[in-house]
């Protein structure tokens, strides 16, 4: 073992050397002096020999030679867990703004005229902030967006669109989900077919998604930025006029 250990070390001193030696011959030639790139190396000395330490990020091994269901290979699902490091902001998202409008309309919205007229305003203000981001979604990113806002807001995608809108445009939009074999009905289930989707959740509680993402693709996860997590609408009341 310290065979190798001397061996290393060697072939990393001599990289160092050859690396100043060409530093030199580049210097000599242009004339100038040139800035070296990177960061120092810790290294320890014992008896003689110098040994190099560097720090490197944590990531996720997996087993090999295990069926995937068993090992839990997750970069045989690298389709999902792209998607999923893109879409669950909005979802997280969602569930602020869906209690932001929950409250709003409990303290504020008395009449149903003044609840009707801030959900207006609301939707206005939702399809400014996220139509363009919905756009450039792909189907298979808005099926999971309507799984995870399920799952954050406790409501299936037609619950919601009865909620807040009406029964009728809840139905309305079910029946064009089922031209497209959708559901809008259709629950999130994380001990059934969510199940996948739930261990990636958990995943991103417990804060280990950036070194999870990495252990797939070997790159840091690219972060979502949206615009805010709070809304401007708000329910408008008539001022009471003094005779």
Not at 51 to 63: G, K, M, Q
Not at 137 to 151: A, E, F, K, P
Not at 171 to 190: C, E, G, M
Request: proline letters at 3%; charged letters at 25%.
């Amino acid at each position: 073992m310290k065979k190798i250990a001397v061996i290393i070390v060697a072939v990393s001193a001599f990289c160092a050397v050859a690396a100043g030696q060409s530093a030199e011959a580049l210097s000599a030639v242009s004339g100038s002096a040139r800035v070296p790139k990177g960061y120092p190396m810790y290294y320890e000395v014992h008896d003689g020999d110098t040994t190099f330490f560097d720090t490197l990020d944590p990531i996720w091994v997996f087993p090999r030679g295990r069926g995937f269901k068993k090992s839990g290979d997750w970069r045989r699902e690298y389709r999902l867990v792209y998607n999923f490091n893109k879409i669950y902001p909005y979802a997280l998202v969602g569930r602020k703004m869906m209690a932001q409008v929950d409250s709003t309309i409990a303290a504020d919205a008395s009449k149903r005229s003044q609840r009707n007229q801030y959900i207006n305003q609301v939707e206005k203000e939702l399809l400014s902030l996220f139509t363009a981001d919905i756009k450039n979604m792909t189907t298979s990113q808005g099926l999971l967006l309507m799984r995870l806002v399920d799952r954050e807001c406790g409501m299936s995608a037609f619950e919601i669109i009865k909620e807040y809108e009406s029964g009728f445009a809840a139905n309305f939009w079910q029946i064009v989900a089922k031209l497209f074999s959708q559901d809008l009905k259709t629950r999130y289930d994380p001990k059934g077919k969510d199940a996948k989707i739930e261990e990636l959740v958990q995943v991103w509680d417990a804060g280990q998604w950036d070194q999870f993402y990495y252990s797939v693709f070997w790159e840091a996860p690219v972060k979502t930025v949206i615009k805010t997590d709070r809304l401007n609408s708000e329910v408008k009341k008539k001022s009471s006029k003094k005779h």
